[in-house]
């Protein structure tokens, strides 16, 4: 059965930091893209950053420069600095083997962690 564990969300004032992480089970996700997305209130699932199996990243224009997603083999981190409160959203842990890192997301999907950021 696969599961994605997410840990690490919260409520942090404008320009405070977070640090999501994201533990797939199973040792075949080290070899799948791993990303994350987020959905605010109303709005459509957007995807954040991703990485590689190799190491390559891809960010939203929104985060470039404040967010920057690293992995660990099948665990994927999201450190999340200078956060905004148009960053406040569900945030979702997703890999697949048809996952690039970009276009469309994979098959499998964390239960989602919350990012509140206001004062």
């Known amino acids: 059965q696969v599961q994605l564990v997410e840990s690490g969300g919260g409520l942090v004032q404008p320009g405070g930091s977070l640090r999501l992480s994201c533990a797939a089970s199973?040792?075949?996700?080290?070899?799948?893209?791993m990303g994350w997305y987020r959905q605010a209130p109303g709005k459509q699932r957007n995807l954040v950053a991703a990485i590689t199996s190799g190491g390559s990243t891809n960010y939203a224009d929104s985060v470039k420069g404040r967010f920057t997603i690293s992995r660990d083999k099948n665990t994927v981190t999201l450190q999340m600095n200078s956060l905004k409160p148009e960053d406040t959203a569900v945030y979702y842990c997703?890999?697949?083997?048809?996952?690039?890192?970009?276009?469309?997301?994979?098959?499998?999907w964390g239960q989602g962690t919350q990012v509140t950021v206001s004062s």
């Open positions: 997703n890999t697949g083997p048809f996952f690039t890192g970009r276009g469309d997301p994979g098959d499998y």
């Open positions: 199973g040792s075949i996700f080290s070899l799948y893209a």
